[in-house]
Structure formats: C-alpha cells, structure tokens
C-alpha cells in the first residue's frame, strides 16, 4: 500500500544552523509534492510545490529537492531562526486522481529552533 | 484576500451527541476539502466537492458522517451520532480558482477542534 513517512521525532538545531526534514514514500509516483507549513492551533499553510521533472526549488531561505529514483524529498531551512519553529507536512498527489488536486500527508516533523 | 473561514472554533460533545461544522472557502475557488487531523497525525482527507458535486467521499464514514455544499460555495460537515474516536480537528481548505489558472496548493482554515467525551 501507499505510504509516506516523515521523522516522527521532534527535530531540535541552533538558530542559525540549517534545519534538513525528509519526506520519503513508497508504492507511490506522485507528479508533484508540496510542503506545508502548520503552527499550533492552525491550519496548514503552503509553502513549496515540487514537479516530478524537478530536482530543486528554492524560495527565500527554503530549498526543497524531488528524488523520485530514491523516493524521496528534503526540505531545507538556512539560517534558521526561532520563528521557523513548528510542524512541516510534507503531501503528495494521488495517483490516478488526475488534475483533482487531491493530496496523502505525512505525520509532520516537528522543528524547534533554539536561540 | 479573505482566507477560508470556519466556525465554531472549538465544539465538545458528549458521544451518540451530533455536531456540525461550517466551512467558507475562499471566494472563487471551486474545490474545497474535508479533513480529519487526529492529534500527532497529518490531515486525512474526508471528502472533497468540486464546485456542489462531490469528487470523492472514498474515506468519509458514511454510516456517520454527511457534508453537503449546496450552492458550489459554503459547506457543511456534520456527524451523527458522534463517537469518542471522533475527537480530532477537522480542517476545510479550499484551491482551484474558477479563473482558470491551475492551482495545487491548498489554503486551509483554522479548523475546528472536536472534543467527544
């Protein structure tokens, strides 16, 4: 069956530093990812979309890269700051659901940026 | 713009009890989503309407569960009679303006924060 992973455990780095989460899947070949971005109490919110023909995409201080031989995202964060602090969700289409925009989320990984 | 709009906020009930939610997407845009956030755990999509017809309800609990989205604009999710493993947020998002620009990404609500007790 399909299935997406993300590190479970709480990611904790020094501000500053970059801050690296993975988004793997399995069973799966999606033709976009997004990442989302959700604090405590709120909605997700939309960060990055990534194309199955792309490898890297960049916005600001975030980067994301899409290995779809390895199955894999990473989402990068530079010079992190205490305000990145929160949940990251990664999401994938479904297969099949043609142009319906339709999405399976990761758990999140959750990031603590310390000062 | 205005975001998607969601009342109420937070609802506790006891279980057998039903509950509705109420959902505004943002204006223009004809999909808009049902889900289920299971506290620890990433949203699980309920169901999804494009414009007033529902596109897929494959993981909605039907025998409990009903949504309706009348006009192809506001909606509404209700649970009848509500059990204790129903207690989660239930977020509505919406995407796709009706402009003709394809859009993926989603924008959520705040959701609403369901207590069964």
């Known amino acids: 069956s399909q299935k997406i992973e993300q590190n479970s455990e709480a990611l904790n780095i020094q501000e500053g530093k970059t801050a690296t989460l993975t988004c793997n899947y399995t069973n799966y070949s999606p033709a976009y990812l997004q990442w989302y971005r959700q604090d405590p109490g709120r909605g997700p919110v939309f960060l990055l979309l990534?194309?199955?023909?792309?490898k890297e995409k960049r916005k600001e201080r975030l980067k994301v890269t899409f290995d779809t031989t390895l199955k894999q995202s990473l989402f990068h964060i530079t010079a992190s700051q205490p305000a990145d602090s929160a949940t990251y969700l990664c999401a994938l289409d479904i297969p099949g659901s043609g142009n319906t925009g339709k999405l399976i989320f990761g758990q999140g990984t959750t990031l603590q940026v310390k000062p | 713009e205005a975001g998607v709009a969601q009342s109420p906020r937070y609802k506790i009930i006891e279980k057998r009890q039903s509950v509705a939610f109420w959902c505004n997407p943002i204006s223009g845009h004809a999909t808009l989503y049902w889900y289920q956030q299971i506290l620890g755990q990433g949203p699980k999509l309920l169901i999804q309407?494009?414009?007033?017809?529902?596109?897929?309800d494959s993981q909605l609990p039907k025998d409990r569960f009903s949504a309706e989205r009348l006009k192809g604009v506001d909606s509404t999710l209700k649970i009848q009679p509500a059990k204790l493993e129903d207690s989660a947020v239930y977020l509505c998002?919406?995407?796709?303006?009706?402009?003709?620009?394809?859009?993926?990404?989603?924008?959520f609500g705040p959701g609403t924060r369901l207590t069964v007790t």
């Open positions: 998002a919406s995407s796709f303006p009706t402009s003709g620009r394809v859009s993926y990404e989603q924008y």
């Open positions: 990534i194309r199955e023909n792309e």
């Open positions: 309407f494009q414009n007033n017809g529902v596109v897929d």
